[in-house]
């Protein structure tokens, strides 16, 4: 990914976190975007200590602006926006369906689904400028394919995700930009710490049960999948649904 820049969403921890380092490791400038501002910039100073380099972009997908502006700090700052994570999301596994609240649902929606809308809205204008086109990755989940356990909205939202891709794959391809989606599984992230802690009961082993793997990903071997799609070595590779779940997805 050398003299790459991507723009990464939901950076400052998990997964977004260690596709950061991952990606600056392959030789990609990286745009950070998160709301968590403190967390960006010890990542960032992280990465350019290494010889990397990265950009903070303190923002919330949910807002248009933000995603706008993060889009236009790679472009100003790196010349271009080459490739795209869209990883920022937020889920639980929560009550029965009857029993969300409006505000939850609200939420769940408008960070998995919004955001991805917006960041997809403002990443492909940027690439539809550029001869050498794009490629976009959008987090989804094993959620986006059945119903896993999640909180409804969530298994909703993630459904959604996955139409998103597919359309945005299927519009601009002939524009040189490919756009992908990761199924991913359980993973060892603080999204699902906290669920655990709320989830009156669950364990950890309930969420692997029905994988052929049976144990949590680690957030890099995540990001290693989303790399692989944003780089040219998936340069055949477009309206994908990949699964990095352990195997969740085959049985």
Request: hydrophobic share 45%.
């Amino acid at each position: 990914m050398d003299g790459k820049t991507v723009m990464i969403t939901g950076a400052s921890s998990g997964i977004g976190a260690a596709a950061a380092r991952c990606f600056a490791e392959e030789g990609a400038a990286v745009v950070l975007m998160a709301r968590r501002e403190d967390r960006l910039r010890l990542l960032a100073c992280e990465i350019e200590e290494a010889g990397g380099h990265a950009a903070v972009v303190t923002g919330d997908v949910t807002s248009q602006d933000d995603v706008e502006r993060a889009v236009e700090v790679a472009v100003a700052d790196f010349g271009a926006l080459d490739a795209a994570f869209n990883n920022a999301g937020q889920g639980t596994l929560g009550s029965p369906l009857h029993e969300t609240d409006q505000a939850v649902f609200d939420r769940i929606m408008d960070v998995n689904v919004r955001g991805v809308w917006n960041c997809l809205r403002a990443q492909i204008r940027a690439m539809l400028t550029q001869d050498t086109g794009g490629a976009i990755v959008n987090t989804s989940s094993t959620a986006g394919l059945f119903a896993t356990g999640a909180i409804a909205p969530y298994v909703a939202a993630k459904h959604a995700v996955l139409g998103l891709t597919k359309t945005a794959a299927a519009e601009y391809g002939g524009h040189g930009i490919r756009v992908n989606a990761l199924v991913v599984g359980a993973t060892r992230t603080e999204m699902l710490t906290a669920a655990l802690e709320e989830a009156d009961g669950v364990q950890e082993s309930d969420l692997v049960a029905r994988a052929i793997q049976r144990r949590l990903a680690d957030p890099v071997e995540v990001a290693r999948a989303a790399a692989w799609l944003c780089s040219d070595q998936s340069s055949f590779v477009t309206g994908g649904v990949v699964p990095v779940d352990g195997g969740c997805s085959a049985v």
